[in-house]
């Protein structure tokens, strides 16, 4: 396909890298939170054993929405270094450079994104 004219790719492949290094950061950041919680009950209490436990599956949600991201994140860097990037990877259309603007990793047009019921 032809690169777009109406989207500064090289805006968007920065933007996209910058997201990408800020994730690994924040992944990397709070890695410890989402480490096994110890269940000693000599060293803490029930309710804060109960505390750490939620805190950690939050963390643990957290990471696995960060890792989502970064995998919409690596398909869109390589659909750029491809020429694909701007055109539905289901119908093959444009998507429209404000859609991408909201979110650079959309991978499909309004059309197909609304027939998947997304």
């Known amino acids: 396909m032809d690169q777009r004219k109406d989207i500064d790719l090289k805006a968007v492949k920065a933007r996209l890298e910058a997201r990408r290094e800020e994730l690994h950061h924040l992944a990397e950041t709070s890695a410890e939170s989402r480490k096994p919680v110890e269940l000693d009950q000599t060293r803490v209490g ?67 994104a609304e027939s998947a019921g997304g």
Not at 50 to 61: G, N, S, T, V
Not at 74 to 97: F, K, M, N, Q
């Open 46 to 112: 029930r309710l804060s054993r109960m505390d750490a436990l939620q805190d950690q599956a939050m963390q643990l949600e957290t990471e696995r929405r960060r890792q989502i991201e970064l995998q919409r994140i690596e398909a869109t860097l390589e659909r750029l270094a491809e020429d694909d990037y701007g055109y539905c990877v289901s119908c093959g259309e444009e998507i429209p450079a404000k859609r991408l603007q909201l979110d650079p990793t959309n991978p499909v047009c309004v059309d197909c």
